[in-house]
């Protein structure tokens, strides 16, 4: 006796039922987006801070007007004061036995003037320490005049560390800038090619700090970040390697890429081998960490910026920004194919079932 075996006709509408039906019950693991930005464009341009080329201003980094705060916050900053090792000549006319030609500053900052004796010099002016002086002479002098001069300067110093080729103490012959003392420390260090200088921090005292954005003063030249260094000033520069960028989702080579130099998203994009080919280019998101604990999320059309040239979205990256390109829809489906629809076929599909989906079944011999 010969068994029959059912016989399935299976028309086009009806393979687009069940490959919609298996389309809708199985999404893509992968398809993970950024939720929706509720705020609108207008209050985004305000309250966040993403930044084009054309436009580079970040409240992490201190503005040209904070740095000439910064450098005129005490009105004794704008002039040399006095310290350990620095060579001082003092002359009196007509008085070469009181004259001095050259002092040292002791490291207590006492210096020794003939027919007056001590006097402590550490921490004031020129004009300070001279005043005192001829005070001092008109005891013993009528009318005397004087001239009191710095020689050589030696405690103009501030301490260089981080990234650089040279750490430690930098001296400056007059008065110091922040460009002065990274020439003197050598500039970056040649001990790891992917090191650039990107941002430093001027520490003053014990509770001043301010950061500058060294891409902005030595790559376009803005000079008014070139802060003037005073005396036993800080300056810190970190590791590049620190500052990182993260592409993810539907490119080459997704992962963490070190911030050298100014990056925007094509560079970063780049850097990550580009979008895959299911990328859904209308749509990727450049995700920041905020203040708090809530951070900003800006979507941005990559094929619009590409076909029509339009670089005001072409964001520049901060330190620890996130870049997430999503896949194409169409990429889902294509997931259901190559997944799903070949394991049909070791499955044991019923009568009843397939009359939902518009098989006719029929009985041959």
Avoid at 157 to 181: Q, Y
Wanted: include cysteine; proline fraction near 5%; charged fraction near 25%.
């Amino acid at each position: 006796m010969q068994t029959q075996i059912p016989h399935c006709t299976v028309n086009p509408m009806m393979i687009s039922r069940i490959l919609m039906f298996l389309f809708l019950c199985f999404p893509a693991c992968s398809d993970i987006r950024p939720g929706p930005v509720t705020t609108n464009e207008t209050e985004l341009e305000t309250q966040e801070r993403f930044e084009t080329d054309k436009v580079k201003t970040s409240t992490r980094y201190a503005s040209p007007e904070q740095v000439r705060q910064f450098t005129q916050a005490t009105e004794s900053g704008r002039e040399y004061l006095i310290g350990p090792g620095d060579s001082l000549s003092l002359k009196v006319w007509g008085r070469p036995e009181v004259s001095a030609p050259e002092m040292i500053v002791g490291p207590d900052g006492i210096i020794t003037v003939p027919r007056i004796g001590f006097i402590q010099t550490a921490g004031r002016t020129r004009k300070s320490v001279a005043d005192e002086i001829l005070e001092k002479l008109k005891q013993f002098y009528s009318n005397p005049e004087i001239s009191f001069s710095i020689l050589s300067y030696k405690n103009n110093k501030a301490f260089v560390l981080g990234r650089v080729e040279n750490p430690g103490v930098v001296n400056f012959p007059g008065e110091g800038t922040l460009l002065e003392a990274l020439s003197i420390a050598g500039g970056y260090s040649t001990e790891a090619e992917d090191t650039y200088l990107t941002r430093c921090a001027i520490i003053r005292g014990k509770d001043t700090i301010i950061w500058i954005d060294l891409n902005d003063l030595l790559q376009n030249g803005n000079m008014a970040l070139n802060a003037k260094i005073l005396n036993n000033d800080v300056i810190f520069i970190p590791e590049s390697q620190s500052e990182l960028v993260y592409v993810m989702g539907e490119v080459r080579a997704p992962g963490a890429y070190n911030m050298t130099g100014r990056l925007t998203i094509m560079d970063s994009l780049m850097l990550a081998g580009g979008p895959t080919d299911d990328a859904e280019t209308t749509t990727i998101y450049l995700i920041r960490k905020g203040e708090g604990k809530k951070g900003s999320v800006r979507e941005i059309n990559l094929k619009h910026l590409l076909t029509n040239a339009d670089f005001s979205r072409n964001y520049i990256m901060e330190d620890d920004d996130v870049l997430y390109v999503t896949e194409k829809s169409i990429s889902r489906f294509n997931y259901v194919l190559e997944k799903i629809v070949p394991s049909l076929e070791f499955i044991k599909i019923g009568n009843e079932v397939l009359d939902i989906f518009g098989v006719d079944v029929k009985n041959g011999n």
